[in-house]
């Protein structure tokens, strides 16, 4: 279903300033998430001497980004969208550094509690997709989630280059690349607070009068089915929210079992760790570099088939990963997984940013991280022993089959038009 053109007005000069702003602290932010991904299951070989608990270090840090997001939206929902980001870098700042100490005294402990503490700062960053859809009305709340996370591409260039650089001061110094890309990390992470600062009003102070900054919005009488002050139970009665959830839990699982495993496999097959940075940043394009489009396409065909289309696109790739130990065909298969990701990260959040208030927004897109971050615990640790046991054709096989899943409650989720659902 095609809706009607979206409003023409132009993005008011505080809300793009702002956007703008938020963009480059989401890009600063993921560099920390984009390591992990690219050196955690390579540090646990080298700690432990053995794979079978590679996929230990993102379980650890799903396990992190679950504890974090549902209370840090209820802190948001409360006092504003800046202090969670403030919080956010404190996290990642903490545990980049235990992190690289990991390597540096050699202990296992230390890099569980850097993954950990890592995790608890990428789970409260979420709050910066709530700050993305506060300032945008429900018309044009997908593109303006497309434009924040468009910077997160940033990160895919800066990554591999902290993991390059890591390498020249590891052969020149004699000291381990590994640590060396965490320290280089906090190096480029320290400007992110001048941004945060340069954030003005606070988003959710947007949300609570849009109709001041956008004066053509025309707000829906009422948001049915959820009412401050919300629980948990609430939004998990709610059908467009169950199933939303559903998605997104499994497309993030998804992801989280073909990343943490793909680079492994890779790394096992001689390929070094530049090449998998390489790898893991194309992954990132393909999460981030089609926001906008995707953005636009929420808007306008609505949330629910663009929510089918980027699960079928990640189920797809993850088929695509066994099917030959091709450098090339694995780095496309781990693109595709990534825009199938972006297509259902930003029709999910712009449907949860639909039916929610300001005063709770923050805790029902928590709760969405939240319960993908359970499903992405178990994943990468049952990609481990599959991988040990059946190889990676299996580990394919089980990623694409969860993704589709979902498709099976999709068509109960009844969209009568942008922004507005039949609540079962």
């Given at each position: 279903m095609i809706y009607?053109?979206?409003?023409?007005?132009p993005v008011p000069r505080l809300i793009r300033k702002n956007t703008i702003y938020i963009a480059i602290v989401l890009a600063l932010q993921g560099l920390g998430g984009q390591l992990a991904v690219t050196l955690g299951a390579l540090m646990v070989v080298q700690l432990l001497g053995k794979a079978t608990l590679a996929g230990v270090g993102g379980s650890i840090l799903s396990a992190g980004r679950i504890l974090m997001p549902y209370p840090m939206g209820k802190l948001t929902d409360i006092y504003g969208r800046k202090p969670g980001m403030v919080i956010s870098l404190a996290c990642s700042l903490i545990g980049g550094f235990l992190l690289g100490a990991s390597i540096t005294i050699s202990s296992f402990p230390v890099f569980l509690a850097g993954m950990i503490i890592l995790g608890l700062g990428i789970g409260s960053a979420r709050q910066l997709n709530v700050a993305a859809v506060d300032m945008y009305p429900s018309t044009r709340r997908g593109e303006g989630l497309g434009y924040v996370l468009t910077g997160s591409i940033a990160s895919a260039f800066i990554s591999p280059l902290i993991v390059v650089i890591g390498e020249t001061v590891g052969r020149v110094t004699g000291k381990d690349p590994l640590g060396i890309s965490w320290y280089l990390m906090l190096l480029v992470l320290l400007p992110t607070v001048f941004f945060i600062l340069l954030i003005k009003p606070d988003p959710r102070s947007i949300a609570l009068s849009l109709r001041k900054y956008w004066p053509s919005y025309d707000p829906p009488p009422s948001i049915n089915g959820t009412t401050p002050p919300a629980a948990i139970s609430t939004f998990l009665r709610h059908r467009p929210k169950q199933i939303t959830y559903a998605c997104y839990a499994a497309a993030q699982g998804t992801m989280s079992l073909m990343m943490v495993m793909t680079s492994l496999v890779m790394a096992e097959g001689g390929h070094p760790i530049r090449s998998i940075s390489i790898a893991v940043s194309i992954h990132?394009?393909?999460?981030?570099?089609?926001?906008?489009?995707?953005?636009?396409?929420a808007d306008s065909i609505g949330r629910k088939p663009l929510l089918g289309v980027g699960l079928l696109i990640e189920a797809f790739g993850a088929f695509l990963v066994p099917v030959t130990q091709s450098y090339t065909i694995i780095t496309l298969a781990l693109f595709f997984i990534g825009i199938g990701w972006s297509a259902v990260n930003i029709a999910g959040t712009s449907l949860l940013a639909d039916t929610t208030l300001p005063e709770e927004r923050g805790r029902a897109i928590g709760l969405n991280e939240t319960l993908s971050g359970i499903l992405s615990i178990g994943m990468p640790l049952l990609g481990g022993f599959v991988v040990d046991v059946s190889g990676l054709t299996m580990m394919g096989i089980i990623g694409?089959?969860?993704?589709?899943?979902?498709?099976?409650?999709?068509?109960?989720?009844?969209?009568?038009?942008?922004?507005?659902?039949i609540y079962e």
């Open positions: 009607p053109p979206r409003q023409t007005m990132v394009l393909g999460m981030f570099a089609f926001s906008i489009p995707f953005g636009k396409l694409g089959s969860v993704a589709m899943i979902p498709l099976i409650f999709l068509p109960h989720l009844k969209e009568v038009k942008r922004g507005h659902y």
